[in-house]
């Protein structure tokens, strides 16, 4: 049975007067206060109806307070045992809930529940929609304006154990064989004991990690022979075929071996080069959605792009919220140059789409630009790479207004331009001019059999004027502010620990990720709120920014200079007079 609470209508008398005027002011100013005004009556119940019967088994606890806790539970990184002593006892979540009663009925949370309800979360993609939801209701209270914003990825773990090959390997080989033991106990005994007792006795696991690096080959060998054996054993057997733990020891095979012969031949197995296995290979037959990056590891990324202030003022950028507009969970091994023009078409859903992005280079290809500018968006972003010293590029080409070539870079002018197909130049200058040039080494003008010839195509030459355009001091004051969202990084891993994660799999690291970037939007707003409020209590008077001492300063000097002015006229006046 459903049970669902109207918490837009207002209490005929207030449950919460008891508190006192000083406990319900640290409330009202605080996360919670923020929370059960603006974010709980908002949140998206009505999703979770298909889930249970309206009106019969036992009552629901009340929808919102619940869903809220999960929210709540991401936002302060608790596991389920703490969580439920926060909504037992923790005045601050009751508050925020807007849980008035005193019973069991209303104040207590089982882990169960706590479970289920994530689960049916999960399954009807409703973390998503609770981010995107409360990302929106924050935009229009705290009237955020998303003109400008950056992005970055960060590299996040989830909580699986780090595996080298060799134990990649022989963890599949073990978990499949726990499998095969527990669903065919016949097929099970059929295998050899040598077999069985080299990866589920209690130490096997453990004897594989602490192989000498001289012996790691041999090992490899051999276990990887058990891996071939295996799949062809079991490669007809649908029964068999049909398990997860199958599918993942064939992986690992396709992924770190290479398979020699026929099914008529006897087949001979070898271990990969490192070099030869995908950075989308299997990590650990735990979490089989992660992914490996050649820089940072196993794990997960996240995709994140915030709004930011470019105020100078102290004061407006306290008053300003930065908030989260936009973030995506992916495996570790998928480059950042996709997750540009997605995450900006998430934010013109939201009617939250930016004028300006700030991106480091490996978001900011021509592609990109290119794209993003037909979206009416300005990609601010260096170029990826590094050129040469005394190279000259397409930028150092004279050019008109149209970006028309009209000489070389020592002042001599084509003798001949052709378009070729798809936006492709070739222009020709004189080859006396040319095999006589200081530049030539350093060029990109190549010799032909009558001429030399430069030859491009236009996106090469916007890629060089940008490239040219990010040592002037416009591009360096813009792009400066991109660092600030490695400050957002670190806090969302102080407050939410959202770089390691108690959970595992793609869909229930993307869960977490979506509501503890929910806490961290909530935890900004309530300091922006914090701040208004300040401002607004605050006399004019005995505010003191750096513009009206500066303004103060300058009044002070100028006063100085009138007086100072005046005593040399008069004295100037006496002296005339005197003469």
């Known amino acids: 049975m459903i049970r669902i609470r109207d918490h837009k209508t207002a209490y005929l008398i207030d449950p919460w007067e008891y508190l006192g005027p000083k406990r319900r002011k640290l409330l009202d100013t605080s996360w919670a206060g923020l929370f059960r005004e603006h974010i709980l009556p908002d949140l998206p119940v009505h999703k979770l109806s298909s889930h249970y019967a309206e009106g019969f088994g036992r009552p629901t606890k009340e929808l919102y307070a619940a869903m809220g806790a999960l929210i709540l539970q991401q936002m302060h990184d608790l596991t389920d045992e703490e969580t439920v002593n926060q909504f037992s006892f923790n005045l601050q979540w009751h508050y925020a809930l807007d849980i008035p009663g005193e019973s069991d009925e209303s104040k207590y949370l089982s882990a169960k529940t706590l479970w289920t309800l994530r689960q049916n979360v999960t399954a009807a993609g409703l973390d998503r929609e609770l981010f995107e939801a409360t990302t929106e209701t924050l935009a229009k209270v705290f009237n955020v304006d998303a003109s400008t914003q950056r992005i970055d990825s960060v590299h996040i773990r989830s909580n699986m154990r780090k595996l080298g090959r060799l134990c990649l390997m ?97 087949l001979e197995v070898t271990v990969k080069d490192p070099k030869q296995v995908p ?85 900011g290809s021509q592609d990109n630009v290119d794209r993003a500018g037909g979206m009416g968006v300005e990609v601010i972003s260096p170029v990826m790479g590094t050129l040469k010293e005394k190279t000259i590029t397409l930028s150092d080409f004279p050019r008109t207004c149209a970006n028309k070539i009209v000489s ?17 130049w070739s222009i020709a200058f004189d080859s006396n001019h040319c095999r006589v040039c200081p530049l030539l080494d350093h060029c990109l003008v190549k010799e032909a059999k009558k001429r ?20 002037s001091h416009e591009f360096k004051d813009k792009y400066r502010w991109r660092s600030g969202i490695e400050a957002t990084f670190s806090e ?58 500066i303004y103060a300063v300058k009044e002070h000097f100028l006063n100085l200079y009138r007086r100072f002015s005046c005593i040399f006229l008069e004295k100037g006046e006496l002296y005339a007079n005197n003469s």
Do not use: W
């Open 279 to 363: 950075s989308s290979s299997l990590q650990n037959p735990s979490d089989p959605d992660a992914g490996y990056d050649g820089h940072k590891g196993q794990g997960y990324q996240i995709q994140a792009m915030e709004t930011y202030c470019d105020s100078h003022n102290k004061e407006t950028r306290d008053t300003t919220l930065n908030m989260i507009t936009h973030v995506e969970v992916e495996p570790a091994h998928i480059s950042d140059v996709h997750a540009l023009i997605p995450a900006l078409e998430s934010a013109e859903e939201r009617e939250l789409s930016p004028k300006r992005v700030l991106a480091d280079a490996s978001y």
């Open 492 to 549: 969302m891993n102080a407050k939410t620990g959202i770089k390691r994660l108690r959970v595992r799999g793609l869909s229930a690291v993307s869960y977490c990720v979506f509501l503890k970037t929910i806490g961290i939007n909530i935890l900004r707003a309530t300091r922006v709120k914090r701040a208004l409020e300040k401002l607004r209590t605050t006399p004019r008077s005995a505010v003191l920014t750096v513009e009206s001492l």
């Open 408 to 424: 070389c870079p020592q002042g001599h002018k084509p003798v001949k331009f052709s378009q070729g197909k798809k936006g492709s």
């Open 170 to 266: 022989a963890q599949s080989i073990h978990d499949f064989l726990v499998n095969l033991r527990r669903q065919h106990r016949v097929l099970f005994d059929s295998l050899e004991k040598e077999l069985t007792h080299r990866y589920l006795t209690e130490k096997a696991l453990g004897c594989f990690s602490l192989v000498k690096p001289s012996e790691s080959g041999k090992t490899l060998e051999t276990v990887s022979r058990d891996l071939l054996a295996l799949t062809r054993r079991f490669c007809e057997n649908n029964r068999v075929t049909s398990m997860n733990t199958f599918a993942l020891l064939l992986r690992v095979l396709q992924e770190q071996c290479h398979v020699v012969g026929c099914n008529e031949d006897p």
């Open 452 to 471: 030399h010839y430069l030859r491009f195509n236009i996106k090469a030459l916007r890629t060089a004027i940008r490239r040219a355009s990010e040592d």
